[in-house]
């Protein structure tokens, strides 16, 4: 990150790279207190070259959501969320793998919530498009199918 930044300069995205890896990083072993501001700074930096509709600021967006809910943030994680997702939809379309782990991310924070009912179409539809788009082996897949399982174990019985 600090030859990016004496390269590349401050501004440039692959500083913005940096910082959201190293953010990823701290993130991964529950050093939330050092990844938020540093997922911010990525953001931010992303936002200013690139505007607010690239795929990379609906990825910053997604990862500081995904900090906020494994924090229990859940009402900072949902809106961030929903733009990210709303981003990848839109640039991407409805079939991308980012557009899945989007729905996927939001159907994580809705169960966390106990909201299980909202959660599960979600999940059914990032597993249709990681399993067209990926293949049914793909690691994604098989954690999309791993957490709809999960769910379905909290869903009240379908009277039928």
């Avoid at 990862?63 to 900072?76: D, K, T």
């Avoid at 954690?143 to 709809?148: A, F, G, I, Q």
Wanted: charged residues 20%; hydrophobic residues 40%.
């Amino acid at each position: 990150m600090a030859l990016s930044r004496q390269l590349l300069g401050e501004e440039h995205p692959d500083v913005a790279a940096s910082l959201n890896n190293l953010a990823a990083f701290y993130d991964s072993q529950g050093r939330y207190s050092e990844a938020e501001p540093l997922y911010i700074q990525a953001l931010a930096l992303r936002h200013q070259p690139l505007g607010e509709e690239h795929p990379d600021v609906a990825q910053s967006l997604n990862n500081l959501a995904v900090l906020y809910f494994s924090q229990g943030r859940y009402s900072e994680a949902e809106p961030l969320l929903i733009q990210a997702l709303a981003l990848w939809r839109q640039m991407l379309g409805e079939e991308h793998p980012d557009v899945a782990c989007g729905f996927s991310n939001m159907a994580k924070l809705y169960y966390l919530q106990g909201r299980y009912t909202e959660a599960e179409p979600l999940y059914l539809q990032a597993l249709e498009i990681f399993e067209q788009r990926l293949g049914v082996s793909h690691s994604s897949t098989i954690k999309c199918c791993e957490n709809l399982a999960s769910l379905r174990d909290r869903l009240p019985p379908n009277p039928e």
